[in-house]
C-alpha cells in the first residue's frame, strides 16, 4: 500500500484503508507528529446519517418522526422536574413552621 507524494504534497488513501476507516469526502483530516511518524485522525464532516436508527429497538420501525421523539423526550423531562417540585412543595407544606426568635 504505498504511495507517492504528488507535486501538491498529497498522497491517495488506498480504498480498502478508506472502506475500513469510514473515511469520506469531506472528512477533515488532522494530522499531528508522534515519535517521528505522521498519525492522521479523520473527523466525518457534518450529516444527519450518523444518529438515524441509533434508538432503534429490536422488532421496532425506524425512527422517521424525530421531531415528535425530542418532543416526547421535552414532554417526560418537565414532568420529572414537576413531579420533583410537587413534592418539595408537599414535603414544606407538611413540616411545622420554624419559629422566629424577636430580636
Not at 33 to 39: A, D, F, I, M
Not at 45 to 71: C, M, N, Y
Amino acid at each position: 500500500m504505498a504511495n507517492v507524494v504528488g507535486e501538491r504534497f498529497q498522497i491517495t488513501i488506498d480504498k480498502q484503508v478508506r472502506e475500513e476507516l469510514g473515511i469520506r469526502p469531506g472528512d477533515v483530516a488532522i494530522e499531528r507528529v508522534e515519535h517521528g511518524r505522521l498519525v492522521i485522525d479523520f473527523m466525518p464532516k457534518p450529516h444527519r446519517e450518523s444518529l438515524l436508527g441509533i434508538f432503534r429497538q429490536p422488532g421496532q420501525e425506524p425512527i422517521t418522526d424525530w421531531h415528535a421523539v425530542k418532543e416526547r423526550a421535552w414532554d417526560a423531562r418537565a414532568d420529572e422536574i414537576m413531579e420533583v417540585l410537587r413534592k418539595d412543595s408537599e414535603r414544606h407544606r407538611t413540616q411545622p413552621a420554624k419559629s422566629q426568635k424577636a430580636g
